[in-house]
């Protein structure tokens, strides 16, 4: 939305300057008696001479004709931005961003309903913000600006230069936003992480993307950082995602023992996709104390069990050490 | 007005689709249930058939099991039969004891889900009479070639660390012993999707037959037999559609009692999907009222009445997984409290989602009602991701 009335803005200012140099060019073509004179050289009649004495006269009297310029200038503006004009606008921003909130509900809603399909649905938001926020604006400047073709022209260009230099950074954000809706380097719903915040992709706006960590807070990322950082993605568009057990145990254990109760302890967990592989690697280490790091790797049903599975395996697995006695026959060794 | 109906149709349906409430009240309309006289609620018992000549539709899956005993013979295979709940997998293997008259069936009703249970029952099915401690001493024990068929052999695992050993040994024991028994296993389809992903136990099968769904005239043969000397009127569905309204008011009298019927079948066989136990229980949901020998049917409604949350679906998944588990074994798979576990179980039993039944000697155990077992496992794909075909 506020990117939104920015660019409406920015358009508005265009075509005030854009009006302005119409008026002024009328003026000179009216004392060429041709307008063409003006864009284009290769058409000046060669009985005249574009730099006569006359019209070095009239630039050379510019300066005092400055403050005339601008007040016209300041009229296009209060022409363009009449109040009729600026009510319709807020009004049509206002429908297209309530049209937005109900679209976005009903998205969320049925991905809700037709989990399975969660992911697929929610790729949707940031492809029909964009969609919907571009013909709203494209329909207003039409239908109330009606611009002619050279105006257009004159628009993207100086809208270009205008919004570049005064808004670089919210202009990095939106072609960012804009990168992230059509490169895809991740999706609504990917587990994904940007820098050293880690959860899932919750919003994909035009000027940062919503991240929800696994401590429950919204972390917001400017989509410029987005796309100039190195960002992993845990699931890529699937449901589910490899989650890494760590269980830490003493160096001397009976390993084979240990396999079996790490791999039950994955399987007998509700979170397992149980459609995927599960492995389990032993690592020592020697760091402070003599350690064994056994990492199970599996894949849960979906990425939002990620943390529940690690948990959930780790205090079984802890369990079932205990009553086995990995752990009291490893400290009676020691 | 009728596009007023129509309008207010499409509201609902597309309010159903997103899943919105728009009355947090819940105080149901319940109806008093029919009376059904016992003679006639008999006929559609849940017994399994015995007599080969009472079983319908099932020539092919008897020709495979008579193959699969021939393959027996000549390379000691192990046999799996993979089936759904209530499909009549039960009737099946009661029938085709005619191609191995001496099978001796541990079937669903005793209890083999720990090793005391299973060598008593071993024991009794191989006929050793000497003491056995372990599968090792039954195995010393075989002496004569026998056909044994375990019902439901995913009773002898529980999905909890150190739960799989049983079914592992057994397994084993099994491999050891094919020489002189033909070892035949029935499994629930989603215990052995389940299972052959974690376990692979279909590397252990060779031989393996699928258990499909009847074919609908079957199942409208079979209603009609146990139907028979009753006169059957089908009654116009209370929850009509406009359109549907529409046809019945343009048709004749003659038409309109062919489409009805119709209707009902069409919503019968596609309820059933192929499964005779789930015909069965649409069929009684939908008689209206016996007089003498006419029973009056009308097209029951059949849905789950409240949302199921994600907790209350790892719960029907585990059961499903089991097929049948007792509560102290379903507070070590969901690694629960007692109390925590019986709630739950009682929270889905009122939502009748899981009913309990006496067996293993009076002992409770809970298994999925067989009323909305096809409605849980589209859940539990739909929610839980799970790919079960």
């Known amino acids: 939305m506020r990117s939104s009335i920015a660019i409406i803005l920015c358009i508005i200012w265009t075509f005030s300057l854009q009006s302005q140099s119409d008026t002024l060019s009328s003026s000179l073509n009216g004392q060429n008696g041709d307008s063409s004179s003006i864009s284009d050289s290769s058409s000046i009649p060669d009985e005249q001479d574009p730099l006569d004495s006359s019209k070095i006269e009239e630039i050379s009297q510019a300066p005092s004709e400055a403050g005339e310029v601008a007040k016209e200038h300041f009229d296009n503006i209060f022409e363009i931005l009449s109040p009729s004009r600026i009510l319709t606008i807020l009004f049509v921003l206002f429908i297209t961003w309530l049209f937005m909130k109900g679209l976005i509900w009903l998205i969320k809603r049925s991905a809700k309903r037709f989990n399975r399909y969660r992911l697929l649905i929610l790729r949707l938001i940031p492809i029909f913000n964009v969609l919907i926020w571009s013909v709203s604006i494209i329909s207003l400047i039409v239908t109330i600006f009606d611009p002619s073709p050279q105006q257009i022209n004159g628009a993207l260009a100086g809208s270009a230069l205008a919004v570049g230099l005064a808004s670089q950074d919210l202009l990095k954000n939106i072609f960012g936003g804009l990168m992230i809706i059509f490169d895809r380097p991740f999706q609504m719903g990917d587990r994904v992480k940007v820098k050293d915040t880690y959860g899932e992709v919750v919003h994909i706006g035009l000027r940062n993307t919503q991240i929800n960590t696994l401590d429950d807070s919204i972390v917001t990322v400017p989509n410029y950082v987005v796309i100039s950082e190195e960002v992993s993605n845990s699931n890529s568009g699937e449901l589910d995602c490899m989650a890494v057990v760590n269980l830490w145990l003493p160096i001397n254990i009976d390993t084979e023992r240990v396999r079996t109760i790490a791999y039950e302890a994955a399987i007998s967990s509700k979170y397992l996709n149980f459609d995927k592989d599960i492995a389990i690697y032993f690592y020592d280490h020697f760091d402070d104390e003599p350690a064994t790091n056994v990492k199970i790797k599996a894949y849960v049903l979906d990425t939002r069990y990620e943390k529940n599975f690690e948990g959930d395996v780790t205090e079984a697995a802890k369990i079932a050490f205990n009553e086995s006695g990995i752990y009291s026959f490893t400290s009676s060794e020691q | ?389």
């Not at chain 2, 069409?266 to 006419?294: C, D, P, Q, T």
């Not at chain 2, 077992?373 to 539990?380: D, G």
């Open chain 2, 1 to 389: 007005m009728a596009f007023k109906d129509k309008i207010d149709e499409w509201r609902e349906r597309f309010l159903e689709v997103i899943d919105f409430k728009k009355d947090e009240n819940k105080v149901d309309d319940l109806v008093e249930k029919t009376e059904i006289p016992p003679s006639y609620l008999a006929r559609f018992g849940y017994f399994p058939i015995e007599n080969v000549d009472q079983l319908f539709g099932r020539d092919y899956e008897l020709e495979l099991l008579k193959k699969a005993y021939d393959n027996w013979k000549i390379s000691n295979n192990l046999l799996l039969v993979i089936s759904d709940q209530g499909i009549g997998v039960s009737s099946l293997i009661n029938s085709s004891c005619h191609l191995y008259p001496h099978a001796k069936i541990i079937d669903e009703t005793v209890e083999i889900s720990n090793l005391e249970g299973l060598l008593i029952q071993l024991k009794k099915a191989l006929s050793i009479t000497a003491d056995c401690q372990s599968l090792n001493d039954v195995k010393q024990a075989i002496v004569e070639e026998e056909v044994v068929v375990i019902e439901n052999v995913e009773r002898l695992f529980l999905r909890r660390i150190g739960g799989f050993s049983l079914l592992d040994e057994f397994l084993l024991f099994m491999h050891e012993t094919k020489e002189k028994i033909y070892w035949i296993c029935t499994m629930n389809r989603y215990s052995h999707y389940y299972l052959n992903q974690v376990k692979s136990v279909n590397a252990n099968f060779p031989s393996q037959i699928s258990v499909r769904g009847l074919d609908n005239d079957v199942i409208k043969q079979i209603l009609e037999n146990r139907n028979d000397g009753y006169n059957l009127t089908v009654l116009k569905p209370l929850s009509l559609k406009p359109s549907g309204r529409r046809k019945l008011r343009k048709a004749s009298p003659e038409e309109r009692i062919i489409m009805v019927r119709n209707r009902y079948y069409r919503k019968l066989l596609e309820y059933s999907n192929g499964h005779i136990s789930r015909a069965f229980i649409y069929w009684k949901h939908s008689i209206v009222r016996i007089n003498g020998k006419n029973v009056f049917l009308r097209e029951p409604e059949i849905s789950i009445k409240s949302a199921l949350g994600k907790d209350d679906l790892f719960v029907l998944e585990a059961i499903l997984q089991h097929t049948y588990i007792k509560l102290s074994e379903l507070k070590l798979v969901l690694r629960n409290s007692y109390k925590a576990s019986l709630l739950i179980l009682e929270q889905l039993k009122e939502k009748e989602l899981v009913s309990q039944r006496s067996i293993y000697g009076n002992k409770n155990v809970y298994q999925i009602n067989l009323k909305f077992i096809e409605e849980v496992k589209v859940l539990l794909k739909t929610h839980l991701n799970r790919n079960i075909k």
